[in-house]
């Protein structure tokens, strides 16, 4: 289980790279194993890659997968809004909040890295992160990132969610908000090239 979240601003941008890319070469690397599709990555962090092959093309390897930035409404059916914005429903102080509860496809995985908030007075204290209701991957106190006055914080380990599973992410917020919060879940998401409706 990822137990803690280290702020932006105590990371150099070179462990921020790595904690990205170790959970996009995840996504890719699970997608590649349960749907039988090949994927090139480059040398870097994260799992082995030696069963994962390239496919040559002319000169070149071509992936047939593709990771990407989770987005909230086109990936996760997320927040309030019917759009991509990073936005919650109302909060209501000490009532946790069912940001996202959403089923992967059976050719999709996601990976989950981090947090962040977009407003100048953060009210989220707790955000944990389920496979359906019963494995909880994360439990993550935002409290001190909020009082260090930092607004991103990234996992110490990436929460990886499987073909077809059910991905949730619950929010505790300490303050009511009858607007609700813009906040952001980091993540990484893999789906073969041309499936999802912004790679086709």
């Known amino acids: 289980m990822a137990r ?13 790279q790595l904690l990205a890319e170790s959970a996009e070469r995840a996504v890719l690397v699970e997608c590649s194993r349960r ?10 962090p994260g799992p082995d890659t030696a069963q994962i092959g390239g496919q040559l093309v002319g ?7 593709v990771a990407r930035a ?7 059916n997320a927040g309030a809004v019917t759009y991509d914005q990073w936005l919650t429903a109302a909060l209501t102080a000490s009532v946790e909040y069912n940001f996202i509860s959403q089923q992967l496809r059976t050719d999709q ?5 981090g947090v962040a908030t ?10 944990r992160a389920l496979v359906g209701t019963a494995i909880v ?10 009082a260090a006055q930092d607004t991103m914080g990234y996992a110490d380990e990436y929460s990886l969610f499987g073909v077809q599973e059910t991905m949730n992410i619950w929010l505790m917020p300490f303050l009511t908000k009858a607007a609700g919060e813009r906040f952001i ?3 990484y998401i893999a789906e073969p090239k041309g499936t999802g409706p912004i790679t086709k």
């Open 137 to 146: 991957l994360a439990a993550w106190d935002t409290t001190p990132l909020w």
């Open 59 to 65: 000169n070149r390897l071509e992936s047939e997968l």
């Open 118 to 127: 977009l407003d100048a007075n953060p009210g989220i204290s707790r955000v």
């Open 109 to 113: 995985v996601a990976a989950v890295y």
């Open 4 to 16: 803690a979240l280290y702020p932006a601003t105590h990371l150099t941008p070179a462990q921020i």
């Open 185 to 187: 879940v980091l993540s």
């Open 70 to 76: 989770g987005l909230p409404d086109t990936d996760y």
């Open 35 to 44: 749907t039988n599709k090949k994927v090139f990555l480059k040398a870097g």
